[in-house]
C-alpha cells in the first residue's frame, strides 16, 4: 500500500482524539509556547499591534460620536478639520499596527514551525529503527508537516485574536460604561449567553468538520485503490459492487458537509439575532436618554456602532478555543517526537571516551572512541534477538568473523536472515548474549564510528533525488569524479549511466523512479563500492540484476570483499558459491555452516535450496539466452 | 469542445439548479432585510433629536398592533416599536440566512456528490490502456484537490460572488434614496479598491505556487530521508541529510514570511482606502449636517451601510482571482471525464461457457508499426491445460490481456465456445475467466473479503477449499485475526508468496470455465509449488487452463506447450514433441539435464576434497 496516502484518522497510533479534546491541557500549550518565547521581541510587538489594533478600533466610533454631537450642539460653529485630523491619525495606526501583526505574526508562524520541524527531523536522524517499526512513514510526515503548520498557527494566530479580542472588548466595555454605565450594563448583559452559544457551536462545527475531513481522507484512498486495482476490478468485474461502496462512502461524506455547513448556518442568524437584541436595548434606553438629556445623539449612534462591533471578537475567541482542544492530540503528537529518546545512542561513558581522544592528539590508528580503528574481528556470542512484544526471531546465534572474509547467509524468507544484518549494524541491539568488536562490545564502542565503517546494499535499492553522480558519492560526499566513474565501473553501472543523456549529471526523479529496479541496485552497489566500509552488507543486493550484468559485478566484487568483512545475504548461486562460509538460517537458528562443498556433502537444507534453485536460474538464464 | 467541457459540469447541477437558487433568493430577500435595520434607527435617531415621533409607516402597522402601539405613538413607543422592528428584522433575515446557508450546502454538495460518483465510475471503465499511460498520483489528485476547488467554487465562491453582487444592487437603490451627494461618496473607493484586489491577488498567486513548490521540495527531502533511513544511517549521513534537510525548511520558511509580508502590505493598503472612505463619508457628512443638509439620523445609516458593504468588496477580489483555480480544475477533471469508456453495448450469453479458446492469426500492437503479438494461432478444448514459455518481453502477458479484452486485438480472430470475442460484452467475458498475476493486487480489506471477490456470496466451506486447494489456508489460520486480517497498512503484511496464493484462492473460488496463472507462482518456494499443482490437477477438466511459467517443472502438466519469443509462436507442441525438435524447448531441457550433471560432478569433487583431508 503507497505510504503516500496516509491518514492519521484511518490508522490508530495509541494517541485518541477524543481523550485530548476535554479540557485545556496547559502543560502542554506551554512546552510549544516556548517554542514561541525564543521569539520575545515577535511576540512583544504581536502583542502590542494587537492591542493598538483594538485600540483605534474602538477609537473610531468615539471620534464619530464627538463629530456628531459637535455639529448637533454647536452647529456649524464648529470646524472639523481636528476630527478628521484625529480620525486620520487612527486611519495610520490601524494600518501600521495590522501591518505589523501580520509581519510579527507571520515571523512567529514560520519561525515557530520550521524550528519545530528542525527538532523533529534532528531527532529522527538519531531515533533507532524500533521507534520506525511502529510509525509510517507516512505518520512521522504528517508529524511534520501539517501538525507543524498547525500548531503554528495556533500560536501566531491564536495568540494575535486572543489578545485582540480580549483588548477590544475591554476596550468597548469600558468605553460604553464610561459614557453611561446603565446603557452599557445592558447591552453587556447579552454577553455570557452570547459566550456560551459561540464555544457550544464551534465545538460543534469543528467537531463535523472533522468527521468531513475523515470521509474525505477514506475517499483519497478509495480512488487511489479503485485506480491502483483496475485491472483487478476489471478482471473480477467487480465495478458495480465498488460504486456501490463508494457510493456509501460519498454518502457519509454528503452527510457529514450538509451537518457541518447547516450548523455554522445556524450559528450566524443566532449570533446576528441576540445582537440585535442589543441593538434594540440601546435604541430603546438610549432613545429615552437623549430625550432626557442624559446622554447626546452621539453618545447614542456609538452605542449602536459598538453594539455590532462588540461580538465579533466572541467568535474568533470561540474558534481558538475549540480549535486549541481539537489540536491537543497534534499536539501531544509532535512532541512525543521530539522528546523521543533513542534505544540505542552512545553511553555515557562512550561520550566521555569521545570528548577524551578529540582532546588528544590526532591519531589515525585511533577511532574517535580511543579503540583500534581497524576492526579485525567481529563475534557474536549467545545471541537472541526479539522485536518488541514478539518472540525471539533469533535464537543463540554463535558466529566470528575475521577480517577479509566473506559470510554468505541463506534460508528461507522470515528465518531471521536480515535481522542478523539489522543487528551487526547496530540498528538494532541484541536482547541477549553479546556482539563483540574485536573483544569489545560494540554497546561501549561509538555508534557513528560503527556506522560510518558500513556499506549497505540493500535490495529495495533507495535513490535519493539528484543526479546519479551525487547518489554513488553519498557516503562519502568529497569524492572526485574520478573515484565515481570507478566505482560505478566497479559495480557494472558504468555503461547505462553513459547511456543516459546527462550521463552522470542524469537527475533522478522522486525515489529514483526514472531507474530500473536494477539499475537501482546497481548505483546502490557504487554507493557501496566508494564508500570503502570496512564492513560490507548486502541483502539480497543483485536480485533485479540480469544475469549478464551479474556475472560481470562478479570480477568486481572480489576486489570489493577484499580485506573487508562482509555479509551477503543472496539468491544468486554465484554470489554465494564464492563466499569464505555459508550460514543456512531457519526459524532463528544456524543450521547449517561451511564451505559450498562442504555443505553440497550434508545433503541437508542447502543442497536442497542449491539444487532448486539452479534450476530455477539456469531454465531463466536458458530462456533468455535462447530469446537473444 | 470549450462546451463540451462546462457542459459535463452545467449537467451535473441537474435535480440541485432549484434548491441553489432557492439559497441565492433566500439571501437576495435576507439582505433586503437586513438593511431594513439601518434605516429603522435613522428614523429613530432623527425622531429622538426633533423629539416627536412620527406617524407609524404603513408596513410597520401589523408590528404595532401586535404590540399594541397605536397609529400615533408616543415617543416610548415608538422606540419599542422601533427596537421590535430591528429585531424582528434582524430574526426573519437571519433565518433566510440560514435558509441560504442549507440550500447552499445541500446543492453543492449534492453536485460534488454527484462529480465524485461520476469521477469513479467513469475511472473504473475506462479503457486499460487509459490507464497505462496515466500518472497514479496525478489522478488521485484529479479526483481529490481538484474536486475539492470545485466544491469550494459552488459552495463557497458563487455564493460570495452573488453576495457581493447582490448587496451592491440591493444597497445602492437606498442609497441614493437616501441622499444622492453621499451615495455618490460612499462609492467613491469601491472601484479603486476591487482593482486594487485583483491585482494585487493576480500578482501574489505566483507566490503562493513558489511557496506551494517549496512545500512539496520539503515534503519530498522528508519522504526520500524516512524512507531511506537505513542508507542514511548505513552511510552514517544524518549531519549531510539535516544540512540538506535545513536548506529546504528555511527556503519554506522565508518563502512563506515573502508572502505574509505582502499580505501584510496587502491588509493594511486595503484598510487604508476602506477607512479612509468611512472618514471621508464621516466628516464630509457632519460638514453636510452642519450645513442643514444631512440629519444625523442618515448619516448614521451611511456609515452603518458603508461598513456593510466595503468589506465584501475588499473580499471579491480574492474570490475572484480564487475562481480562476475553478476553471483550471474543471478542465483538469474534463480531460478525464471526456476520455471515451471501454465499449459495453455488446450482448452477454445467457450461460457459462464451456471453455473452449480458438485463435487464428492474432495481431497486436499498442503503437502501430510496433507489433507485439504476430500472427498467433491456438486451439483449446474445454479442460485442456496449455503452457507459455518464452522470455520476458515476448508478449505472453499481453495475451492474457487480449482474452480478458482488456485491450482489442487488431487483426485476426479470437472465439470462445465459437464466438467472436470482440461481439461478447466485455464483464461477460471476464466473468468466465480468473485471471492470478505476477503481482496480484489485493484490496486493503479483510483476508475473506478479499477472496470473496471471486464470489461474494460463497460460504465458509467454499472459501476454506479454494484456500486449501491454494495452499494458503494453513498461513491465514496462523494470523491472529485469521480470516478477518486486514491486509495493508492497518493489519497482516504478507509476503509476495502469499498474496500470490490468495489471489489463486480467489481465482479457484471464482470457479470460472477459464483459469489464467500468468507467472502466478514465481514468489512461492518450490514445495508449495508441487502442493498447488497437484492441487490444481485434481482439478484438472473444470477448467480449461492457460499458465505462463519459468519452471519447467510446472510446464510438464501441460496437454499443449507454445514457447513465444518477440511476440511469435516459435514452437508449439507437447512435451515429447518438443523435445524430439531442435529448438529452444529442447535447450531448456538439455541445460536442465547438464545441471543435474553438473551438482553430480560438485559432489565428487567435494568427496575428492574430503577424502584429501581424511
Redesign the interface.
Known amino acids: ?6 491518514d492519521d484518522d ?3 497510533d495509541g494517541f485518541d482524539e477524543n481523550a485530548f479534546q476535554k479540557g485545556m491541557k496547559l502543560a502542554l500549550w506551554k512546552k510549544l509556547f516556548g517554542y514561541a518565547l525564543i521569539y520575545k521581541f515577535e511576540v512583544g510587538m504581536l502583542i502590542l499591534c494587537a492591542m493598538t489594533t483594538a485600540i483605534s478600533e474602538v477609537a ?1 466610533p468615539l ?2 460620536r464627538n ?2 454631537d ?3 450642539i454647536h ?2 460653529n ?1 470646524n ?1 478639520i481636528q ?2 485630523l484625529a ?2 491619525a487612527f ?1 495610520l495606526l ?3 499596527s ?3 501583526f ?2 510579527f ?3 512567529i ?3 515557530v ?2 524550528d519545530i ?2 527538532d523533529g ?2 531527532n ?3 531515533l533507532s ?1 524500533s521507534y ?1 517499526d511502529y510509525r ?2 507516512g505518520w ?2 504528517a508529524r ?2 501539517s501538525d507543524c503548520e498547525r500548531l503554528s498557527n495556533i500560536l501566531a494566530w491564536g495568540m494575535l485574536d486572543l489578545v485582540w479580542g480580549i483588548t477590544m472588548m475591554a476596550g468597548i466595555a469600558i468605553a460604553m460604561l464610561y459614557m453611561n454605565m446603565f446603557l452599557g450594563l445592558a447591552v453587556l448583559s447579552v454577553l455570557p449567553v452570547l459566550a456560551w452559544i459561540s464555544v457550544t457551536f464551534q465545538k460543534r462545527i469543528l467537531t463535523s468538520a472533522r468527521q468531513v475531513r475523515k470521509t ?1 481522507s477514506r ?21 458495480a ?3 456501490r461502496q ?2 456509501s462512502l ?2 457519509n ?2 452527510d457529514s ?2 451537518l ?3 450548523q ?3 450559528y ?3 449570533v ?2 441576540l ?3 442589543a ?3 440601546a ?2 434606553i438610549g ?2 436618554q ?2 432626557g438629556g442624559i446622554v447626546t ?1 452621539g453618545t ?2 456609538a452605542f ?2 459598538y453594539t ?1 462591533h462588540f461580538f465579533e471578537p466572541i467568535e474568533e475567541l470561540a474558534h481558538w478555543f475549540a480549535e486549541m482542544q481539537m489540536a491537543q492530540a497534534s499536539a501531544e503528537r509532535i512532541i512525543s517526537l521530539i522528546e523521543a529518546e533513542s534505544e540505542i545512542q552512545d553511553s555515557a561513558e562512550v561520550v566521555r571516551a569521545i570528548q577524551r581522544t578529540s582532546l588528544s592528539a590526532q591519531n589515525h590508528e585511533l577511532a574517535i572512541d580511543g579503540y583500534a580503528d581497524r576492526i579485525n574481528k567481529i563475534e557474536f556470542k549467545n545471541v537472541s534477538f526479539a522485536y518488541a512484544n514478539g518472540s525471539n526471531v533469533l535464537n543463540d546465534i554463535n558466529l566470528t568473523i575475521h577480517q577479509g572474509e566473506s559470510i554468505a547467509v541463506v534460508g ?3 528465518g531471521g536472515k536480515s535481522t542478523l544484518v539489522n543487528l551487526l ?1 547496530r ?1 538494532y541491539e541484541p536482547t541477549a548474549g553479546e556482539i563483540l568488536i574485536d573483544g569489545v562490545d560494540y554497546r561501549n564502542r561509538s555508534l ?1 564510528w560503527l ?2 565503517n ?3 546494499v ?1 535490495q529495495s535499492s ?1 535513490i ?2 539528484g543526479t546519479i553522480a551525487d547518489n554513488i558519492r ?2 562519502k ?1 568529497q569524492s572526485s569524479m574520478v573515484e565515481v566513474i570507478n566505482a560505478a565501473r566497479l559495480a557494472g553501472a558504468d555503461d547505462f549511466i553513459r547511456e543516459m543523456k546527462a550521463g552522470y549529471d542524469h537527475q533522478v526523479g ?2 529514483g523512479n526514472k531507474l530500473s529496479a536494477g539499475q537501482k541496485q546497481l548505483i ?1 552497489f557504487a ?1 557501496a563500492i566508494l ?1 570503502k566500509p570496512q564492513i560490507l ?1 548486502m541483502d539480497e543486493a543483485t536480485s533485479s540484476v540480469d544475469t549478464v550484468t551479474e556475472q560481470y559485478i562478479q570480477q568486481g566484487m572480489q576486489q570489493l570483499l577484499d580485506g573487508r568483512i562482509s555479509l551477503i545475504i543472496a539468491h544468486r548461486l554465484s554470489t554465494i558459491r564464492n563466499a569464505d562460509r555459508i550460514l543456512v538460517i531457519e526459524k532463528g537458528r544456524i543450521i547449517e555452516q561451511g564451505s559450498h ?2 555443505l ?2 550434508e545433503q541437508g537444507r542447502y543442497h536442497f535450496l ?3 534453485q ?3 536460474d ?7 539466452l ?3 | 469542445m470549450l462546451s463540451n467541457k462546462f457542459k459535463v459540469f452545467w449537467d451535473l447541477s441537474k435535480g440541485q439548479r432549484v434548491t441553489y437558487l432557492t439559497a441565492i433568493v433566500a439571501m437576495a430577500i435576507g439582505y433586503l432585510l437586513m438593511f431594513g435595520v439601518p434605516l429603522v434607527v435613522k428614523f429613530s435617531i432623527d425622531a429622538i433629536l426633533a423629539d416627536s415621533a412620527p406617524e407609524v409607516p404603513g408596513w410597520l402597522y401589523l408590528l404595532a398592533s401586535w404590540i399594541s402601539v397605536e397609529a400615533r405613538p408616543d415617543m416610548f413607543d415608538y422606540l419599542l416599536l422601533a427596537a421590535a422592528a430591528i429585531i424582528l428584522l434582524t430574526a426573519v433575515s437571519g433565518s433566510l440566512f440560514y435558509v441560504r446557508g442549507r440550500c447552499t450546502a445541500v446543492a453543492s454538495e449534492g453536485i460534488v456528490r454527484a462529480l465524485r460518483e461520476k469521477v469513479f465510475h467513469h475511472l473504473e471503465h475506462l479503457p486499460a490502456d487509459f490507464h497505462d499511460k496515466a500518472d497514479t498520483g496525478d489522478l488521485v489528485q484529479r479526483c481529490t484537490s481538484d474536486v475539492e476547488t470545485f466544491r469550494v467554487f459552488v459552495a463557497v465562491q458563487v455564493i460570495e460572488i452573488s453576495r457581493a453582487i447582490l448587496l451592491l444592487l440591493t444597497v445602492l437603490p437606498i442609497l441614493f434614496f437616501l441622499d444622492t451627494a453621499m451615495a455618490f461618496l460612499s462609492m467613491a473607493s469601491m472601484p479603486v479598491l476591487f482593482i486594487f484586489a485583483v491585482l494585487f491577488f493576480l500578482k501574489v498567486k505566483v507566490l503562493f505556487k513558489s511557496v506551494d513548490e517549496a512545500e512539496a521540495k520539503l515534503t519530498t527531502v522528508l519522504q526520500e530521508n524516512l524512507t531511506g533511513i537505513r542508507v542514511v544511517r548505513a552511510f552514517a549521513q544524518q549531519e549531510t541529510e539535516s544540512e540538506k534537510f535545513a536548506v529546504r525548511n528555511a527556503a519554506f520558511r522565508d518563502k512563506n514570511m515573502h508572502l505574509m509580508r505582502l499580505l501584510g502590505l496587502y491588509f493594511s493598503l486595503s484598510d487604508l482606502i476602506c477607512m479612509t472612505q468611512l472618514g471621508a463619508l464621516l466628516i464630509v457628512g457632519a460638514y453636510w449636517v452642519q450645513t442643514g443638509d444631512l440629519s444625523i439620523g442618515t448619516l448614521f445609516a451611511f456609515l452603518t451601510y458603508e461598513g456593510m458593504v466595503i468589506w465584501p468588496i475588499r473580499h471579491l477580489g480574492r474570490v475572484l482571482t480564487d475562481s480562476g483555480k475553478a476553471v483550471v480544475s474543471v478542465q483538469r477533471l474534463s480531460e478525464i471525464l471526456l476520455v471515451p469508456q471501454e465499449t459495453q453495448h455488446e450482448p452477454e450469453l445467457p450461460h457459462r461457457l464451456k471453455g473452449a479458446i480458438y485463435m487464428s492469426g492474432v495481431s497486436f500492437a499498442f503503437d502501430a508499426g510496433n507489433p507485439v503479438l504476430e500472427d498467433i494461432s491456438l486451439h483449446l478444448n474445454p479442460g485442456e491445460i496449455l503452457a507459455i514459455l518464452g522470455p520476458p518481453g515476448s508478449g505472453k502477458s499481453t495475451l492474457v490481456q487480449l482474452l480478458l479484452r482488456l485491450y482489442d486485438y487488431q487483426q485476426g480472430t479470437i472465439q470462445l465456445d465459437g464466438q467472436e470475442l470482440s461481439s461478447l460484452n466485455r464483464k461477460y467475458i471476464r466473468s468466465q475467466i480468473s485471471t492470478v498475476l505476477q503481482e496480484p493486487f489485493l484490496y486493503s480489506a479483510s483476508i475473506a473479503d478479499n477472496l470473496r471477490v471471486g464470489k461474494m456470496n460463497a460460504d465458509d466451506l467454499e472459501v476454506e477449499a479454494a484456500t486449501r486447494a491454494a495452499c494458503i489456508h494453513d498461513s491465514i489460520s496462523a494470523f491472529s485475526s485469521g480470516y478477518d486480517s486486514m491486509v495493508g497498512e492497518r493489519g497482516v503484511t504478507l509476503s509476495g508468496g502469499q498474496r500470490q496464493r490468495i489471489a489463486l484462492a480467489r481465482a479457484l473460488l471464482k470457479d470460472p470455465p477459464i483459469l489464467i496463472l500468468d507467472d502466478a507462482l514465481s514468489a512461492v518456494d518450490t514445495d508449495t509449488e508441487a502442493k498447488i499443482l497437484n492441487a490444481l490437477h485434481h482439478r484438472k477438466g473444470r477448467h480449461t487452463t492457460i499458465i505462463i511459467a519459468h519452471r519447467l517443472s510446472t510446464v510438464l502438466a501441460a496437454d499443449k506447450i507454445l514457447v513465444l519469443n518477440h511476440g511469435r509462436i516459435i514452437q508449439s507442441g507437447n512435451h515429447e514433441s518438443l523435445m524430439a525438435e531442435d529448438g529452444m524447448y529442447q535447450k531448456l531441457c538439455q541445460i536442465q539435464g547438464s545441471l543435474e550433471t553438473g551438482i553430480a560432478s560438485d559432489l565428487a569433487i567435494n568427496n575428492k576434497g574430503v577424502n584429501q583431508h581424511g
Open positions: 500500500m503507497s505510504e503516500a496516502y496516509y484511518n490508522y490508530s473610531f471620534i464619530t463629530v456628531i459637535a455639529v448637533n452647529g456649524s464648529i472639523l476630527y478628521a480620525y486620520f486611519i490601524l494600518c501600521i495590522v501591518g505589523g501580520i509581519w505574526g507571520g515571523i508562524r514560520t519561525h514551525s520550521h520541524r528542525r527531523f534532528r529522527l536522524q538519531n529503527f520506525y509510517p512513514v512521522l510526515m511534520m508537516t474525505n475517499i483519497t484512498g478509495s480512488f487511489n485503490e479503485s485506480i491502483m486495482g483496475v485491472q483487478t476490478t476489471k478482471a473480477f468485474v467487480k465495478e459492487e465498488n460504486d463508494f457510493g460519498t454518502d461524506m454528503y458537509s450538509v457541518n455547513a447547516v455554522a448556518a445556524l450566524l442568524p443566532i446576528l439575532t445582537g440585535s437584541l441593538t434594540g436595548l435604541l430603546v432613545g429615552i437623549v430625550m445623539a447614542l449612534v449602536l456602532t455590532r528461507s524468507t522470515g549494524c540498528f557513528h556506522q560510518s558500513l556499506g549497505i540493500l533507495h535519493f533525488g553519498y557516503g560526499p522522486e525515489g546502490s554507493r564508500a552488507v562443498l562442504q553440497m556433502a542449491y539444487t532448486q539452479k534450476i530455477d539456469t531454465v531463466k538464464t536458458a530462456s533468455t535462447a530469446a537473444g
